[in-house]
């Protein structure tokens, strides 16, 4: 038996973000005596030493924002020049990608691999058209085109979707299959009284996930139903600014922020719904996650349609219609309908993570030749 292929994936950092996470069950659950993981990162991540654990290194050049355009690009040179024994090179950072993958390709790097995990860009309108410029060397550099979803290939490679794999957001179905013992148990250890009505939300404090809208929207049902509360799961940048507008809103103790969690399959047990309101997503674990925890799930028309496993829990609502968002949650609120155990459905609709971890691992070996 050979060594491993080894597959260098670069990200901004492994922390506990949507793609992270993806990243992170595949490689748990991959073969690794066929195909060991490598990744190339700016930042320390919570996941760095279970990744050097399971034999993977943990490779960093500084980030473009520390050091600026040209010397992010030299770091990615020297990166590539010195590491260009790789075959594989799978890269995770949207439109940044085109710049990481043009510095591979130089260094001779024979695979390429593009993966949309989103459908926008963050930032102000010169990070826009910054990342807009780099999005331009995807396709010029890409081998291989991946993405979560069908809007978020349209999205990164318009109008080469048609060529692209969708690669499912795996999860561990089981794992988050519904539990009346833990649903108590985490209940408990939060401090939730058992008749309280509770709105969860997964996902980091930025822009895109549209804090402001979900806290503005519980302050009016918090009016209509004292005995709601809000549990937001996560940090990032905007933490603060949400914090600061709970506290104008006198909501205290109605809203509490739980910070980043490594047991969201047991913390999904205590919630009511799963509120979702992002401006734009490619194709949310979250909602995976959620939806194979049997939770009724009131999300944004922002995200794509493709997230609705058939479970009967997902409600698209516009956001521009607050309304709509107060008279669905009034509806499950007063619906006494027991939690269903829809862990199965999600594994039949090809979201279980040993049949993505078996494609993807199925996936490097042919490309490899």
């Not at 060594?3 to 992270?20: D, F, Q, W």
């Not at 999205?155 to 108590?184: D, M």
């Not at 009284?193 to 709105?199: H, I, K």
């Not at 999904?268 to 939770?295: C, M, R």
Request: hydrophobic residues 40%.
């Amino acid at each position: 038996m050979g060594s491993p292929l080894r597959i260098l994936h670069v990200v901004v950092n492994m922390n506990r973000g949507g793609a992270e996470t993806l990243i992170m069950n595949l490689y748990r659950s991959i073969d690794r005596t066929k195909v060991q993981f490598d990744f190339l990162t700016c930042k320390e991540g919570v996941f760095d030493s279970e990744i050097i654990q399971m034999g993977g290194k943990v490779h960093r050049i500084p980030y473009i924002t520390d050091v600026g355009h040209f010397k992010y690009i030299k770091e990615l040179n020297n990166f590539f020049s010195l590491n260009n024994d790789y075959k594989i090179v799978h890269s995770h950072m949207d439109k940044m990608t085109g710049f990481v993958l043009h510095e591979a390709k130089k260094a001779g790097i024979p695979i390429r691999i593009s993966h949309s995990h989103n459908t926008s860009s963050e930032g102000g309108t010169a990070s826009r058209i910054y990342k807009w410029v780099a999005g331009n060397f995807i396709l010029p550099n890409a081998t291989n085109l991946i993405a979560c979803s069908t809007i978020a290939a349209e999205w990164l490679f318009k109008g080469h979707s048609p060529k692209t794999k969708i690669l499912k957001n795996g999860i561990e179905c089981s794992q988050f299959a519904f539990s009346e013992t833990v649903r108590k148990e985490v209940r408990e250890e939060l401090g939730i009284e058992e008749n309280a009505f509770v709105l969860g939300h997964v996902g980091r404090f930025n822009h895109q996930k549209n804090h402001t809208f979900l806290v503005d929207l519980f302050a009016k049902f918090n009016n209509i139903n004292r005995k709601s509360l809000l549990l937001l799961v996560g940090d990032g940048s905007l933490r603060s600014d949400i914090e600061k507008q709970v506290e104008e809103l006198t909501l205290d103790n109605q809203v509490r922020f739980v910070g980043i969690r490594n047991d969201i399959n047991r913390i999904l047990q205590a919630f009511d719904v799963f509120v979702f309101p992002s401006l734009h997503e490619g194709l949310p674990v979250s909602l995976i996650e959620a939806q194979a925890s049997g939770l009724p799930c009131a999300i944004s028309t922002n995200i794509s349609k493709e997230v609705d496993l058939g479970s009967n829990l997902v409600e698209f609502l516009s956001l521009t219609e607050q309304d709509l968002w107060i008279q669905k949650l009034i509806q499950i609120a007063s619906s006494k309908s027991s939690r269903k155990i829809v862990s199965d459905i999600v594994a039949e609709q090809g979201y279980d993570i040993r049949e993505t971890a078996c494609n993807i691992e199925d996936f490097y070996l042919s490309i490899s030749g």
